[in-house]
């Protein structure tokens, strides 16, 4: 069996030297956080090198997926509007009709869906003011089912209004991103046979 040999007291580091290190350390995990995990965890980079690095970005990624999710669940209420300042809702006779108004910050982007069953149809008209916005009017079906289709896209368009006849069950609705620097006010119109209207994002 092999027996290792007591260290003598010369070998070992003195109290200081631990201090020494241990404040070493420290420092360079503060760096660290500041520099390289803020920015890539939170998106919040207060040295400016997050983003020299590309952190920043994937941090900013993260924060708006958190943020999604926490929109999924958050519908615009069709029974009592005044929960929501963004949207009128309306409703008559042959089926739903919903006015939204939203701010979208520059950078920013918005996803406004109504939940459908197939083969129903809804009209709609949207416009901005104060700038265009790039949009992309899709459907996804309900989770698990693995449905998508993409319906119409474009780039920093002021208005655009038809008809949208789902192809299947699921939220069939609009992405638009603000890619001005000033926001921009849009304004959303919808009426037809339609479950309701929901705010994705």
């Known amino acids: ?10 070998d070992l580091p003195t109290t200081s030297q631990l201090i020494k290190s241990t404040l070493i350390a420290f420092g360079i995990a503060s760096v660290l956080l500041v520099t390289a995990i803020l920015p890539a965890e939170y998106g919040y980079d207060p040295t400016g090198v997050g983003e020299l690095l590309g952190l920043k970005k994937m941090g900013d990624i993260k924060t708006s997926l958190i943020m999604e999710q926490m929109n999924d669940s958050q519908s615009i209420d069709n029974d009592n509007p005044a ?3 963004n949207a009128l809702v309306e409703e008559n006779i042959d089926g739903k009709q919903d006015v939204s108004e939203v701010i979208i910050e520059p950078g920013d982007a918005i996803e406004l869906k109504l939940e459908m069953k197939k083969g129903s ?11 265009s916005l790039n949009f992309n009017l899709h459907g996804d079906g309900y989770k698990g089912t693995h449905k998508s289709t993409t319906y119409k896209k474009g780039r920093m368009t002021s208005s655009d209004s038809g008809e949208l006849v789902a192809e299947f069950d699921g939220y069939h609705g609009w992405f638009w991103r603000n890619r001005n620097k000033v926001a921009v006010t849009l304004i959303l119109k ?12």
């Open 83 to 85: 929960k929501n300042s």
């Open 190 to 201: 919808t009426t037809g046979d339609y479950i309701k209207l929901k705010r994705m994002l």
């Open 1 to 10: 069996m092999f027996n290792s040999q007591k260290p003598s007291d010369n």
């Open 121 to 131: 149809i809804a009209q709609y008209d949207w416009t901005t003011l104060n700038g």
